[in-house]
């Protein structure tokens, strides 16, 4: 049961991202809307990889690779003069949601670091597949433009577009909520808790953690669905290893195994970059030990630093 206190910090919290359009909008300061929009997109990712290192013990290191399938689905069909949102939404989850099974296929099957090295080295087969794409602008990226849905909400307007970005978060944020309470999520932790033990009993966990694997890649899909319309550019860098090290790093930060830790990781790791980067560019030195004094003394992240206990708090 979650504290009043962590309540209240989550009711201030959407209200704060509910009031930034107009706010920005008054004070003339729209840079300050599109990284708001930023941190609530890798939000979303880092809730999708949550559901899989913190609830099910997987420690995928190639989460990126849904990130950038997520982008490509726009940019292509852009590319082709195919703008239509529905449809780009559409072959973006598809898309997201094959590449997932196929990795979640091969990796589920290994354990350990073996599991690690082989997220790794397929998302890396991803990246340089991305870059010898030279049609599609190869290592420089292409350009893109935004997805059309109704003549009435025009995403070429930010304000619209941060709605409904923050539509995606709440959303994901429910689903995931929905999962990890329900009947599945229940075998989900078992299986991160004793594998062999829920097999014994009758589960087929297998099963059970490749279709969160395809879920977490999907709603990780739809991050890069929206980051593509953000920035109206995609770049083989989205599924590079080092974009997965940092949604990881975001889900540590936050609270891993923590619903509601990795937005706040999220928002966090982005607006430190944000702030000490313009001071300089070798800021994750400064970074480094703020996550190594995280890790060993703040095991629930800045989400178990908010004032309250919660039932399953240590």
């Known amino acids: 049961m979650m504290s009043r206190a962590k309540i209240l910090c989550l009711l201030i919290g959407f209200l ?31 809730v999708s990889l949550d559901l899989l290192l913190g609830y099910g013990g997987m420690v995928s290191f190639g989460h990126a690779a849904y990130l950038g399938t997520g982008s490509y689905a726009v940019a292509i069909l852009a590319f082709y003069g195919i703008t239509d949102g529905f449809l780009q939404f559409a072959v973006a989850v598809g898309a997201s949601a094959l590449v ?25 087969m991803l990246y340089f597949l991305g870059i010898s ?17 109704f003549e009435w909400f025009d995403l070429g307007d930010d304000t619209n577009l941060y709605y409904l970005i923050l539509f995606f978060l709440v959303l994901s ?3 995931s909520w929905r999962l990890i309470n329900s009947r599945f999520g229940m075998v989900i932790r078992g299986s991160q808790s004793n594998d062999d033990r829920m097999q014994a009993i009758g589960f087929p966990t297998f099963r059970y953690k490749l279709t969160m694997f395809v879920i977490a890649g999907v709603i990780c899909g739809v991050a ?8 109206e550019f995609v770049t083989p860098e989205y599924m590079h290893w080092f974009r997965s ?25 982005l607006l ?17 030990p703020i996550l190594v004094l995280l890790v060993l003394f ?15 708090d240590d």
């Open 16 to 46: 704060v991202l509910v009031a930034i359009p107009p706010a920005t909008t008054a004070l003339d300061a729209d840079f300050y809307m599109g990284l708001a929009a930023r941190m609530m997109i890798f939000a979303i990712a880092a």
């Open 100 to 124: 997932a099974l196929i990795i979640g296929f091969i990796c589920l099957r290994t354990k350990g670091v073996y599991f690690i090295m082989i997220t790794l080295a397929l998302t890396q």
């Open 133 to 149: 794409l030279e049609e599609y602008g190869g290592d420089d990226g292409i350009n893109t433009d935004r997805s059309e849905f």
């Open 173 to 175: 944020l429910w689903i």
């Open 224 to 231: 890069g669905f929206l980051l593509a319309n953000l920035t």
């Open 245 to 269: 090290g940092e949604i990881m790093i975001m889900v540590l930060v936050g609270g891993m195994g923590t619903l509601f830790g990795p937005v706040f990781g999220a928002i966090a790791y």
């Open 272 to 288: 430190f970059e944000e702030v000490i980067s313009d001071f300089t560019e070798h800021w994750m030195i400064i970074f480094g």
């Open 298 to 312: 703040a095991r629930k992240g800045v989400w178990g630093m908010l004032p309250g206990r919660e039932r399953g």
